[in-house]
């Protein structure tokens, strides 16, 4: 006590005694009441205590709230410091509440108590493989193994590292012992489909250990995925549906089974209402399902329907363990609302609790990318593929980013990756195609195209991007039958009537030309690219003037900045004897376009001429003479200068 205090109580008068005394013989028989309260519940029953504390830390973990079940559990704890399930609880906890570090330092402490706890050593292993720090997993593996070489559990640890480190030959070695060792165990045969896919690029060998896990356990809801989800990749759709079918009719009560179907309905079949139905019998059994409400946050999105998806979110942020998908829903739904700010904020506060997720580092990706933080978004994109080397939708996104960077190379790269898993990937073939184009290979375009159009069967773009390489390498015959196929999938489409006419046109039959725009308009009355070549082909090829007039004017007052079209017009006049109205048009077109547009040149050359300005006709023809390779053309322009030269 201070000297202060000392002079306070010397000074103070009885009464003041009197009250201390009082509130301290008060104090006295509180701590009195409370101490014999303890004896009794306590230090005569411990039991109880104990029993008490445990009960309200399952109460508390039941209702998610993780913090306060700690507390608890630290209270039975001090009552029972060797209890192994109570240290256990402690370290489950932490995991549910992310918090690694406490975790393993609860695992630890107890392991240093009871170093041959297996059951321990394992989740202790598991946890540090969770942060991909393999080597410790990997040690833990080991020092099981030693004393248990047949541990199941140990060597698919064990194995599990191997895969995460790129050791797959190890790792297939592992997992075929532990099959040998307990033929019945599904997993095993999942991570071998997985191995020899990804190592192997074995696609047969992968389907055959994936019906062998089935077989292993018909009900075994991983099982039951994988095999799903493997016809799925592959495009095999029916196969697919029948495996996830067939497992929740033969089990409704299959959670996980129902789930990965209805997200195969919706994100694969895009039966976004039968998915959604599917979804809403798992959360009318079980509201706190976070999977299916995810399920049915993306099912919304697909439906374009984000009101639905935000309020699938809402109810996901409720659910304590719901925060962090909660956090990704909202996320996704932003970011596909174009709100890339307010997306990157919440897969931010994912990412930091869970780096190693794949799908968030993906998403920020293209978050990144709609905020045209290129580099960023690389990044992201590459950390999503380091986490899951199969990750097929970010190694497309990735590729399309190289590819706009400039870099066709790394994109073409990128994509033949994805076609040695995915033979059938068609983004991936239409990637690698564009790249080559970039480059200027148009034949190595044409591989990938023709692969895609043959995949699919009705695809007008395959077969679009087919007929202009075949044009542009010189093989019209074969152009004109893609044009041809074009339009026998679609007759209503217009550009590809149109094209054609482009292509008789440049071979010299331009009554077919003539024919194949007027086909082309009347699939869409407007289409200003028909209506030009129209005109033109009638003004150029003795048709009606009156009629290439009647089309090209309102075209020409709609686009007065747009130089062919403009062309167009004047030489409509111009054949028609309307030579001051077509030099006013061509005059208005800027001089750099006229220079560059050879036949434009031409023109203004020829009106200037009949407008008896001969020394500009000169100029202007005796430039675009040389480019000129219309033998009849040439030999026009020859006979002008030849009578303007005779003039002067």
Aim: neutral net charge.
């Amino acid at each position: 006590m201070s000297e202060e205090h000392d002079e306070i109580l010397d000074e103070a008068p009885p009464r003041r005694w009197g009250r201390i005394l009082f509130f301290g013989g008060c104090g006295g028989i509180l701590l009195l009441a409370v101490s014999v309260a303890l004896y009794h519940f306590v230090l005569r029953d411990p039991r109880k205590a104990l029993e008490s504390y445990l009960n309200k830390a399952t109460a508390f973990a039941r209702e998610n709230k993780h913090a306060e079940a700690i507390s608890f559990f630290r209270k039975a704890l001090v009552l029972a410091p060797d209890d192994r399930r109570i240290r256990m609880a402690i370290a489950r906890s932490y995991v549910l509440l992310n918090d690694m570090p406490k975790a393993i330092s609860e695992y630890t402490e107890y392991l240093q108590r009871n170093p041959d706890d297996t059951g321990a050593q394992l989740a202790l292993g598991q946890l540090y493989l969770s942060l991909r720090n393999v080597y410790e997993a990997e040690r833990i593996a080991e020092s099981i193994l030693r004393v248990d070489p047949n541990n199941i559990n140990a060597l698919s640890l064990r194995a599990r590292c191997n895969i995460l480190d790129k050791r797959l030959d190890l790792a297939a070695e592992t997992l075929q012992t532990i099959i040998r060792l307990v033929p019945g165990f599904a997993d095993p045969y999942i991570q071998m489909a997985r191995l020899v896919e990804l190592k192997d690029r074995d696609v047969k060998g992968a389907e055959e250990y994936l019906k062998r896990a089935l077989e292993a356990n018909p009900r075994d809801a991983r099982a039951v995925i994988a095999l799903g989800q493997f016809y799925a990749a592959y495009n095999r759709l029916a196969e697919a549906e029948a495996v996830f079918r067939g497992a929740v009719e033969a089990d409704p009560k299959n959670v996980p089974a129902r789930v990965a179907y209805a997200a195969f309905l919706t994100e694969r079949m895009r039966r976004y209402d039968e998915g959604l139905v599917q979804y809403e019998r798992v959360v009318g059994e079980d509201p706190k399902n976070v999977p299916a409400l995810v399920g049915s946050v993306i099912a919304a999105l697909l439906k374009n329907d984000s009101s639905m998806a935000m309020d699938f979110t809402g109810r996901l942020m409720k659910i304590e363990e719901g925060r962090l998908p909660g956090l990704y829903c909202r996320g996704l739904v932003n970011l596909l609302r174009g709100k890339a700010d307010e997306a990157t904020k919440d897969l931010l506060r994912v990412a930091a609790e869970e780096p190693n997720h794949a799908h968030t580092q993906y998403l920020l990706g293209l978050a990144y990318a709609g905020k045209n933080d290129l580099k960023e978004a690389k990044t992201r994109l590459i950390r999503a593929r380091q986490i899951d080397p199969a990750f097929t939708a970010a190694q497309l996104v990735l590729a399309e980013l190289v590819m706009a960077a400039g870099n066709p190379s790394e994109g073409i790269a990128e994509a033949d990756d994805i076609l040695k898993r995915h033979a059938d990937n068609v983004h991936a073939l239409v990637i690698a195609g564009r790249g080559y184009l970039l480059q200027r290979a148009p034949e190595k375009a044409e591989t990938y195209f023709q692969k895609w159009a043959e995949l699919d069967k009705e695809s007008v773009d395959a077969r679009m991007l087919l007929a202009a390489i075949y044009r542009e390498t010189g093989r019209q015959t074969q152009a004109v039958r893609a044009y041809e196929e074009i339009i026998a999938i679609n007759p209503n489409l217009a550009s590809p009537l149109y094209l054609l006419g482009t292509l008789y046109y440049d071979s010299g039959d331009y009554e077919k030309a003539i024919e194949n725009y007027r086909k082309s308009l009347g699939k869409e009355p407007g289409y200003s690219p028909a209506i030009n070549n129209l005109a033109y082909s009638y003004a150029e090829h003795g048709g009606d003037l009156d009629e290439a007039h009647r089309l090209i004017e309102p075209l020409a007052g709609k686009f007065p900045e747009q130089p062919s079209i403009q062309d167009t017009f004047a030489w409509v006049l111009f054949k028609k004897g309307m030579y001051s109205e077509s030099l006013r048009i061509l005059e208005a077109i800027p001089a750099e376009k006229r220079d560059h547009r050879t036949l434009i040149g031409y023109h203004y050359g020829l009106a200037l001429y009949r407008n008896k300005r001969d020394a500009e006709a000169r100029g202007e023809l005796q430039k675009v003479l040389p480019r000129i390779e219309d033998e009849p053309k040439r030999k026009e322009i020859e006979q002008i200068l030849s009578d303007i030269a005779a003039k002067t």
